[in-house]
T-cell receptor, first 109, second 113 residues
Framework: TQLLEQSPQFLSIQEGENLTVYCNSS?????LQWYRQEPGEGPVLLVT?????EVKKLKRLTFQFGDARKDSSLHITAAQPGDTGLYLC?????????FGTGTSLTVIP | DAGITQSPRHKVTETGTPVTLRCHQT?????MYWYRQDPGHGLRLIHY???????DKGEVSDGYSVSRSKTEDFLLTLESATSSQTSVYFC????????????FGPGTRLTVL
């Protein structure tokens, strides 16, 4: 089992604050994906990073893949209530994806 | 949205009964996956398929079987349901593997009494 650990597990912040979510593993992955999931729905892909050290920006979201391709972070600037949801990282290896335990984010207006 | 449907969306059943969940796609994608999602565990892979009649086990395959007789359909069967199989089940598809985007279905909430 290739374990992906996310931290923090729960996060509650005020609108306008910044936050960072971490995804760590002892395994190397060919790619690292971040998903966002809303209650009652399936996860939706936010970004895929494939190169060690890669940084991708998606509006207020910044994603980074560690140099050794074992870890990743998601940084949100000026969080908004619409950012509320469960954030999941997933590592790709061969035919499979291994998911992290998730970070539940609540942004309070 | 990717054309993925799951049926049923909700099911309540009793311990010991067989249950079959269906995943249907209209994208002609090669890879299909079944996951279960439980609090504190994220998504865990049960089985996946890399083509018609080609399947392999995932992390939590015990008590589950799958079949794929057509590209568009991937069935998950709980041969004798147990309370520990109460969960939300998600189907996902990808065109390829590894770096490809996974598209998820809406999920099936299964309760085993």
């Amino acid at each position: 089992t290739q374990l992906l650990e996310q931290s923090p597990q729960f996060l509650s912040i005020q609108e306008g604050e910044n936050l960072t979510v971490y995804c760590n593993s002892s395994s190397v992955f060919s790619s690292l994906q971040w998903y966002r999931q809303e209650p009652g729905e399936g996860p939706v892909l936010l970004v895929t990073v494939v190169t060690g050290g890669e940084v991708k920006k998606l509006k207020r979201l910044t994603f980074q893949f560690g140099d050794a391709r074992k870890d990743s972070s998601l940084h949100i600037t000026a969080a908004q209530p619409g950012d509320t949801g469960l954030y999941l990282c997933a590592g790709g290896s061969g035919n499979q994806f291994y998911f992290g335990t998730g970070t539940s984010l609540t942004v309070i207006p | 949205d990717a054309g993925i449907t799951q049926s049923p969306r909700h099911k309540v059943t009793e311990t010991g009964t067989p249950v079959t969940l269906r995943c249907h796609q209209t994208e002609n994608h090669r890879y299909m996956y079944w996951y279960r999602q439980d609090p504190g565990h994220g998504l865990r892979l049960i089985h996946y398929s890399y083509g018609v009649k080609d399947t392999d086990k995932g992390e939590v395959s015990d008590g589950y079987s799958v079949s794929r007789s057509k590209t568009e359909d991937f069935l998950l069967t709980l041969e004798s349901a147990t309370s520990s199989q109460t969960s939300v089940y998600f189907c996902a598809i990808t065109r390829g593997r590894g770096t490809d985007t996974q598209y998820f279905g809406p999920g099936t909430r299964l309760t085993v009494l």
